[in-house]
């Protein structure tokens, strides 16, 4: 079954740190993979796609995310780590072909200390 | 940026009545999704819709449920009845093209 698994619920670190979020993902064919952030009271903003192509993709708020084929991995990346990161963020999944339906992960708390 | 619109914020209802769930999706927007999220847990993919019609939906997205745009209007999630299991936050989401999805701020919809 395609899932996405998000396997660290918190993290914290101190501004000025490097930030990977981690995401695997479960799908047979080739996936869309999506990045979006959640602050508090806010809706969920996109933040970078992986679609095809080069595996590194450059998103909004200086965010870039890998994909790596090879341990099924989208992890999420920024450097350095800002305060204002502080959010919660969402891996996802979308089926190709078309059915724009995601599959998202539980989400990862990140706490920036400034 | 674009907003996707979702009214009330909060609602109350008691068990076995109906509600409706309104979202004011981003105007030039053709696709349109609900996804459920249940305190804690993850948002889980109800339904999508296009061009009139659901294109796929989930095994959460009960008899009970049903979705609708009239005119170009509201989308609508409608729960009739409702049951307590339905208690949770109600996500609205549109996009112009499979891909960047836009979200609400969803609705907690509490059944008591």
């Known amino acids: 079954a395609q899932s996405v698994d998000q396997p660290d619920a918190h993290v914290t670190l101190s501004e000025g740190a490097s930030l990977e979020l981690r995401c695997s993902y479960s799908?047979?064919?080739?996936?869309?993979l999506f990045w979006y952030v959640q602050y508090p009271g806010q809706s969920l903003q996109f933040l970078l796609k992986?679609?095809?192509?080069?595996?590194v993709v450059k998103g909004t708020k200086g965010f870039e995310a890998e994909f790596r084929k090879s341990n099924s991995s989208f992890n999420l990346k920024k450097s350095p780590a800002h305060w204002s990161d502080s959010a919660k963020y969402f891996c996802?999944?979308?089926?190709?072909?078309?059915?724009?339906?995601?599959?998202f992960g539980e989400g990862t708390k990140l706490t920036v200390s400034s | 940026g674009p907003k996707v619109l979702q009214i009330p914020s909060h609602q109350i209802i008691d068990m076995g009545q109906m509600v409706t769930l309104n979202c004011d999706p981003v105007?030039?927007?053709?696709?349109f999704y609900w996804y459920k999220q249940i305190l804690g847990q993850q948002m889980e993919f109800l339904v999508n819709?296009?061009?009139?019609?659901?294109?796929?939906k989930s095994k959460l997205f009960k008899d009970q449920f049903s979705v609708e745009r009239p005119d170009g209007s509201y989308f609508t999630l409608k729960i009739q009845p409702t049951a307590l299991e339905d208690s949770a936050v109600y996500f609205c989401?549109?996009?112009?093209?499979?891909?960047?999805?836009?979200f609400g701020k969803g609705t907690r919809l509490t059944v008591v």
């Open positions: 819709f296009y061009n009139g019609k659901v294109m796929e």
């Open positions: 105007s030039n927007h053709l696709y």
């Open positions: 992986y679609i095809t192509g080069d595996t």
């Open positions: 989401a549109s996009s112009l093209r499979v891909g960047e999805v836009f």
């Open positions: 799908y047979s064919a080739a996936p869309y």
């Open positions: 996802a999944l979308e089926f190709q072909g078309g059915s724009a339906k995601l599959i």
